[in-house]
């Protein structure tokens, strides 16, 4: 599909990293300081073009379209390494840019990024602003605030519990309506809290639409589980590297990072994608009855990902580092469109007090 033109103020750029070609919106002055903004799934750079003109004086916006998303060169993503394939791809970025460090910005999906950057290269990070984020556990799979695995083959998570029909409709390019679960429908149910309509929707939905598809690819590959849902994690797509299996580790070297940049934690009272009781979870879904074969709260909970996110961060600030939660109310998975004055004052305050 054709890249739809940026806002007045963006432009749009193909920067070509050793491991692959990276489409980049870029914002502000080139000598700014610079805030790199992370896109979730189902999404893409263009999301974030709103939030970027926005910037206070003297920052620089930078969104890439992480691999498998958007316009960015199709290369495969390596699930077992959880978010280690779009963590290396950033930093080769930045390296091209002659960027050494930073202000991130993740959103859902793309938090698991900069967890991964903290606790690995937290040098390069400025300041962590996380939006609605993907718990760093991983999404599904585990229970209670410490995400202790519901079972040992993180059954119910992964890319094996994408509605069949919704995969075959973004293959197919679908820009209808008529359908509930539409990829349109599922963009204004879920992103925004109706009757909310973005005012690009189009160039969300076309963009939207760009995410790379297989079974290699979104939603990625599963194998067969005796656990209920009966099916497990495969090795291979975002919703895989996501996973309670490959993102296990991650929890304990974000906690333990040797540099703890400051964390703005933003997450909405209406999103139903990350809740306590997401209607992306299969334990939420199971409870609710959608789900046939659900073991029951002691064995399968919903998976409480606002309450894990708290307590992985006050752990987070317990050790050195330090963190502020703000909750955007009647908003949903995107908050940055959809209340972009409350966003935006939230962010820029923490972007003018963070790390310089």
């Not at 599963?222 to 590297?241: C, H, Q, Y």
């Not at 580790?249 to 540099?259: K, S, Y």
């Not at 990350?274 to 879904?285: K, P, T």
């Not at 006050?314 to 908003?331: K, W």
């Amino acid at each position: 599909m054709e890249m739809p033109q940026p806002l007045a103020g963006v432009t749009s750029h193909m920067v070509k990293t050793p491991r692959l070609t990276q489409h980049v919106l870029r914002s502000g002055p080139v000598n700014g300081v610079p805030v790199i903004f992370l896109h979730g799934n189902f999404s893409a750079a263009l999301y974030w073009e709103e939030t970027m003109l926005a910037l206070p004086a003297g920052f620089q916006g930078l969104a890439p379209d992480l691999r498998g998303y958007g316009w960015t060169e199709d290369v495969l993503v390596d699930a077992t390494g959880g978010m280690r394939d779009w963590t290396a791809d950033l930093l080769e970025l930045m390296d091209a840019l002659r960027i050494p460090k930073a202000h991130f910005v993740g959103w859902s999906i793309g938090a698991g990024i900069v967890y991964d950057l903290i606790a690995g290269h937290a040098t390069r990070v400025l300041s962590a602003t996380l939006v609605d984020p993907v718990p760093t556990y991983g999404f599904g799979g585990t229970k209670g605030p410490e995400g202790t695995p519901c079972f040992p083959d993180f059954a119910g998570s992964g890319g094996g519990l994408v509605n069949p029909t919704f995969v075959q409709q973004i293959m197919a390019g679908d820009r209808g309506s008529a359908d509930p679960n539409s990829p349109r429908n599922i963009i204004n149910t879920f992103y925004f809290v109706p009757p909310f309509r973005a005012a690009r929707e189009e160039d969300f939905l076309t963009a939207a639409l760009m995410e790379k598809m297989g079974t290699e690819r979104y939603p990625g590959n599963f194998v067969p589980s005796a656990n209920w849902p009966n099916v497990a994690p495969g090795d291979k797509g975002p919703l895989n590297a996501a996973s309670a299996r490959y993102m296990a580790g991650l929890t304990e070297a974000f906690v333990a990072a040797a540099g703890k940049p400051p964390v703005l934690w933003l997450h909405s009272t209406a999103d139903m994608i990350v809740s306590d009781n997401s209607m992306f979870d299969i334990g939420a879904l199971g409870k609710l009855g959608y789900v046939p074969g659900w073991p029951g709260d002691e064995i399968y909970p919903p998976q409480p990902m606002v309450t894990q996110m708290r307590h992985v961060l006050t752990r987070y600030a317990a050790a050195g580092g330090s963190f502020t939660e703000h909750r955007i109310e009647n908003a949903a998975h995107s908050p940055h469109i959809e209340k972009p004055a409350e966003f935006g004052a939230l962010f820029h305050n923490f972007l003018m007090t963070a790390g310089k």
